[in-house]
Nanobody
Framework: QAQLVESGGGLVQPGGSLRLSCAASGSIFSTNVMGWYRQAPGKQRELVAYITSTSTSTYADSVKGRFTISRDNAKNTLYLQMNSLKPEDTAVYYC?????????WGQGTQVTVSS
């Protein structure tokens, strides 16, 4: 059974940084394309970034230049380094395959950007 556990969220001031981690079971991580998603209150879940097994990455325009996605294939772990955070980055952040496996969503990790 696929398992995804996100961590690293928290409260940060605008302009600050956070690093999110996602521990994935081997069955979902492996050589698959992995992504970070987020869902803000009252909004649909959206793709933030995704990364191939050979670490080619793609970003949403809203985070390009501020966020960096990376992966450690030996540890089945996905990361998201978030810099220059803005209040509009406030959301619950999730990891999953790209495209996502519907039954694999984890609990997510809350990121709140506020002064």
């Amino acid at each position: 059974q696929a398992q995804l556990v996100e961590s690293g969220g928290g409260l940060v001031q605008p302009g600050g940084s956070l690093r999110l981690s996602c521990a994935a079971s081997g069955s979902i991580f492996s050589t698959n394309v992995m992504g970070w998603y987020r869902q803000a209150p009252g909004k649909q879940r959206e793709l933030v970034a995704y990364i191939t097994s050979t670490s080619t990455s793609t970003y949403a325009d809203s985070v390009k230049g501020r966020f960096t996605i990376s992966r450690d294939n030996a540890k089945n772990t996905l990361y998201l380094q978030m810099n220059s955070l803005k209040p509009e980055d406030t959301a619950v952040y999730y990891c999953n395959r790209y495209p996502p496996m519907v039954l694999a969503w984890g609990q997510g990790t809350q990121v709140t950007v506020s002064s």
